[in-house]
């Protein structure tokens, strides 16, 4: 039965796709058809990778999401709610096909590697030119920005701007520390379960960072990305934290970061002129700290992520020790940023060490 309704809606999906396609787009979307089985929209295909899937299993459900160049399914693979990301490889460009075939197999081989409980679940992968497959658990909760953006601006609660913080400094910590930069960290890539926890999702422009090299000719998203890489310049784990910086003053306003300016001139106030959005006058002093260190123009200045969650960490224990917190949080004078934790913690801290 449940096969039944997610084949109603592919015919649902296709027959608006196509009163709405160009004829270029139209016949790739054709190309795409020829990989699917009419009886409960099974992908043909295989493959004897570790991660392949076993596609007799595998049942499409409607689109919820583009890219540039995928869509994005809600379906079932054996018997579990998942989210099925097709990517298609134009005929007519074999430079551009050849790029998307090397960001899949990229995509896969770190997704197979990666288990935390803030980092999406990968399930399993299908290699079939020129249609590829990823298969990651289903998040009902869509994405952070969908979220925000639903939400009122400035109205989020401090404790849940925390605790969404937190969530997506944890992901990115661990990312760090198997060495890979994830590049296109926005909150359009964040994802949320149904118990409001972050998962940092889409590695399709991530690296290791070994292999990283300079950032000519890269494409990530201009509203979020540090300006050394506008400037195509070599780059460091760095990038995310200032990625991280925008999404933490997203978290704090429910607005979208320069939205009065196109990518490009967003880029352009960016590099040129040193600007970022606006923080509210109401922005606790915690907060303001912290996003302007990520956010820093010179990357030796922003802290890692093990110092942002250590930091996020502190907040989190001194709100539950104080309602007030960060109405009332003034850092010491004279401290350096690392060590600019509240009184109650470093109090705490100290009764350990004497204990």
Known sequence: MKNFYFLKQIARTHSKLERRLSLGEYKRAISWSK????????????????????????????????????????????????????????????????????????????????????????????????????????????????????????????????????????????????????????????????????????????????????????????????????????????????SFGIVLWELLTALTPFDDMTPEQAAFAVCQKNARPPLPSSCPTAFRRLIHRCWSSNPNKRPHFDEIVSILESYSESLEQDPEFFSSYEPAEGCTPSKCFPRCIVDRKSQSLRA
């Open 35 to 242: 990989y699917l089985v009419s009886s409960g929209a099974e992908i043909k295909g295989g493959g004897e990778e570790e991660w392949s899937a076993d596609m007799s299993q595998l049942y499409i459900g409607n689109k919820f999401a583009s890219g540039r160049h995928s869509r994005i399914y809600r379906g079932v693979y054996k018997q579990r709610d998942v989210a099925i990301k097709l990517i298609s490889q134009p005929e007519e460009d074999g430079d551009l096909a050849a790029f998307l075939e090397r960001q899949f197999t990229s995509e896969v081989a770190l997704l197979f590697r990666l288990k935390h409980p803030n980092i999406i679940s990968f399930i399993a992968a299908c290699k079939k030119p020129p249609v590829f497959c990823i298969i990651t658990e289903y998040y009902p909760g869509g994405s952070l920005r969908k979220y925000l953006h639903q939400q009122g601006p400035y109205s989020l609660p401090l404790n849940l701007v925390l605790k969404l913080a937190l969530d997506i400094a944890r992901g990115m910590q661990y990312l760090h520390a198997q060495g890979i930069l994830h590049r296109d960290l926005k909150s359009e890539n964040l994802l949320l379960d149904e118990d409001m926890c972050v998962k940092v999702a889409d590695f399709g422009i991530s690296c290791l960072e070994s292999q990283c090299g300079s950032a000519k000719g890269f494409t990530g998203t201009y509203r979020w990305m540090a300006p050394e890489m506008i400037r195509e310049k070599h780059h460091t784990k760095k990038v995310d934290v200032y």
